[in-house]
């Protein structure tokens, strides 16, 4: 039977169908429904593609318009991928091509030099220019044997509960602050402060509502910290858990303060961590970080979707003079010879003729762009090569960062 497929833009009053589309191919789990009420308000419908195949949908995928912060704290628009699903009776269709193909050609029509997404099954994404560039670190903490040191001013801080929802504006003032101090976040818009917030009692898992603390000191608020406490008793007694959902500080003593109360809350002897930045300072106050129990995931995709542009937004650790070769068989106005100099004030990035120094697919320029994986371990596993001796050292330090790159929630 001959499909009549047709890949267009989403209506406002399809989107009930279109979400349903993408959650069936998630399992088809109804999510609650203060979530879904949410992400009905923040979904950009002028963003959003269906396919509709017959008069149904059967594959989604939006964009949203986030702006990501870059080495060098520049704030640059990024496309942030979403709800991408196609339905079991129309996989293996180039379906997913089809709806990738249009949407990074809508990408670089809005002028955006990046496009980012959190990958279900990383194989998928690698084919269409996506590398893993940002990573988070889980942990399950045995807060009955590992004991926390704390640096200097730690006791100067004072920590109150509070309600998660009255001083939600305070937090996310907080949060705002600290945007520009990492490469990987996302300086949310209005509307995305309430994800932090979700709080259905069918997905506590048997754990306490939301929880807040705040850290202040002169007056100040300077930390906080959301959580869920799961409560368990043993016949020796009780073995409960804290879950940490969020936890954002301004300064090391603020950061401290927050994560040693969480070591301290009673009748728990455990604390789950999970997507926390990989070089969080936790990890070098504690005593004993074998139990701890680290684990690192994949976290943040980045694309380049226009190669010159995106080099340019960031700046560099170190003097660097660059020609990249570069290979993109899905957005080929990127491939060729791209010239990079730049610096810790800035950078320029052009076509040039000049010989390439390092040659590799966009996919590895997205992979180091925010500083967090480096060109010399992909260049051993045969995924960058370099052209000109000494050009692989140069970039490797230029594209560095001194803070690891960070997603700070999904989306």
Request: net charge negative.
């Amino acid at each position: 039977m001959r499909e009549s497929r047709e890949t267009r833009t989403l209506l406002r009053d399809e989107w009930d169908e279109w979400y349903d589309t993408f959650l069936r191919t998630f399992g088809g789990v109804p999510e609650p429904a203060e979530e879904r009420e949410l992400f009905r308000a923040l979904t950009p419908h002028d963003r959003s593609l269906g396919v509709w195949d017959a008069g149904r949908c059967v594959a989604t995928a939006g964009a949203y318009d986030f702006r990501l912060t870059v080495p060098g704290g520049a704030s640059v628009p990024a496309a942030g991928v979403t709800m991408v699903g196609v339905s079991a009776t129309h996989r293996r269709r180039g379906v997913l091509t089809s709806m990738m193909r249009r949407q990074l050609d809508d990408v670089r029509a809005w002028g955006e030099p990046l496009a980012v997404l959190t990958a279900s099954e990383p194989d998928i994404y690698g084919r269409f220019g996506y590398g893993a560039a940002a990573f988070g670190l889980h942990a399950e903490i045995d807060t009955s044997r590992v004991r926390l040191s704390v640096p200097p001013g730690t006791d100067d801080v004072r920590l109150r509960y509070a309600d998660p929802v009255a001083e939600l504006d305070v937090c996310e003032a907080l949060y705002a602050r600290t945007v520009p101090a990492r490469p990987g976040m996302l300086a949310r818009r209005p509307g995305w402060e309430r994800l932090g917030l979700l709080d259905p009692e069918s997905g506590r898992g048997g754990a306490s509502p939301l929880q807040c603390v705040l850290a202040e000191r002169d007056g100040e608020v300077t930390g906080y910290v959301r959580f869920r406490v799961r409560p368990e008793w043993r016949d020796s007694g009780h073995n409960g858990q804290v879950l940490l959902q969020d936890l954002t500080a301004a300064d090391p003593a603020s950061e401290a303060a927050l994560w040693r109360f969480l070591f301290g809350i009673d009748l728990t002897t455990s604390l789950k961590v999970r997507g926390r930045p990989v070089d969080e300072a936790w990890q070098y106050l504690v005593s004993d970080v074998r139990r701890c129990e680290l684990r690192v995931r994949d976290s943040l995709y980045v694309r380049l979707v226009d190669v010159g542009a995106a080099l340019e937004a960031r700046t560099y650790q170190a003097p660097v003079d660059v020609v990249f070769e570069v290979e993109d068989a899905f957005c080929p106005w990127n491939a060729g010879r791209w010239r990079l100099s730049g610096d810790t004030k800035g950078a320029v990035c052009g076509r040039t003729s000049d010989a390439a120094d390092l040659a590799l697919s966009v996919r590895e320029l997205g992979a180091v762009y925010l500083g967090g994986v480096g060109p010399a371990p992909l260049a051993r596993a045969g995924r960058v090569d370099e052209l000109r001796r000494g050009a692989l050292a140069e970039a490797a330090v230029g594209f560095g960062a001194a803070t690891a790159p960070w997603l700070p929630h999904g989306f």
